[in-house]
């Protein structure tokens, strides 16, 4: 740890993003119970898209949906496996493994 870092920036990051992620399962959980259909939240989305229509938010919509598709995700994966392997991180490279490589049927 460098002496002018923070050194707990990556734990608060982190928690935050846990938090985030812990509420908006929370609000899914909730609409579950609820029996609230969540395509309402699917509607409410295309239809902000659809007004807010332009080449730009096309073009980004696309560049999103790439890094999710099949081959996105085996680009990244490779990439972070040569960052792991160059950095010497195996721990890392193992985790990255098994979160890509291990998929649930």
């Known amino acids: 740890v460098h002496k002018n870092r923070f050194p707990g920036l ?3 990051a982190g928690i935050i993003v846990f938090v985030a992620m812990t509420l908006m ?3 899914i959980s909730e609409d579950i119970i609820n029996r ?3 395509t309402v939240a699917d509607a409410r ?3 902000w898209l659809h007004v807010h229509n332009s080449p730009l938010l096309t073009s980004a919509m696309r560049v999103v ?3 999710g598709s099949t081959l996105g995700v085996i680009l ?3 990439a972070f496996g040569f960052y792991f392997v160059r950095r010497r991180r195996f721990d890392w490279l193992a985790a990255l493994a098994s979160a890509v490589l291990v ?3």
């Open 10 to 12: 990556h734990l608060v």
């Open 25 to 27: 399962l929370g609000e």
């Open 36 to 38: 609230e259909p969540l």
């Open 45 to 47: 989305l295309s239809v």
């Open 65 to 67: 949906t790439f890094f």
């Open 76 to 78: 990244i994966a490779t």
């Open 103 to 105: 998929r649930a049927d």
